[in-house]
């Protein structure tokens, strides 16, 4: 799984990327189809730092998750929890599609 993570109007330190590297490294327990993680930090209300991960998986769309709170830890927990719960119901759908059986009888 490849991750990159980016800032706009600011820089992150090496440690700071680090960190949230290893955060977002905890989604790959959630759905093992994913192929890249991209996290954006957006600096420009430093009251205020938003983040965005968006997910490619494979043979699905990709997935979206965005936060913004007066820390930047708390943006990136958030968007964290968010993109699991997404993964998650994906998870979940695909694993109960395989599984139903069809009520209609021939």
């Not at 936060?67 to 990136?76: D, G, H, K, Y």
């Not at 968007?79 to 021939?106: G, P």
């Amino acid at each position: 799984m490849q991750t990159n993570v980016s800032a706009r109007h600011g820089h992150l330190s090496p440690a700071t990327q680090s960190k949230i590297v290893a955060k977002v490294g905890r989604l790959k327990r959630y759905f093992d189809g994913i192929t890249a993680l991209n996290v954006t930090v957006d600096l420009q209300n430093p009251a205020l730092p938003a983040v965005e991960i968006v997910a490619s998986a494979e043979h699905f769309h990709e997935m979206v998750s965005h936060e913004a709170a007066p820390q930047l830890w708390r943006s990136v927990d958030g968007a964290v929890q968010k993109l699991e719960q997404q993964l998650r119901k994906h998870k979940e759908k695909t694993r109960d599609h395989k599984h139903v059986q069809s009520s209609r009888k021939a």
